[in-house]
């Protein structure tokens, strides 16, 4: 039996998220990879930035980009963490 307000609450979950702001939604997105993972996370840019508004050169910055090799999610941060976390190998991007 189709459980109909369960339907209804994916719909009105699905709103929110895509009618909230930009903030929220990096938010959601990087909650994703949970914190048992953390002995898969890798810093592929650290405290630095990549972009095409700089030429794609190397840019000094207070973020640094991590990747979880267990589950492939990317993020960016400025947290204190990434001190303890390793460099990413030669590839991992």
């Not at 592929?44 to 794609?56: D, E």
Request: hydrophobic share 30%; aromatic share 12%.
């Amino acid at each position: 039996m189709t459980d109909w307000k369960a339907i209804a609450r994916i719909g009105i979950e699905r709103d929110r998220l895509a009618s909230a702001p930009a903030r929220e939604k990096e938010h959601q997105r990087t909650v994703i990879c949970m914190r048992d993972h953390r002995d898969h996370w890798v810093v592929v840019q650290r405290k630095c930035n990549y972009s095409a508004f700089s030429g794609y050169s190397y840019t000094p910055s207070d973020w640094s980009g991590i990747r979880c090799t267990e589950c492939n999610r990317y993020w960016r941060t400025k947290g204190a963490y990434v001190d303890t976390l390793p460099d990413a190998p030669y590839g991992v991007i």
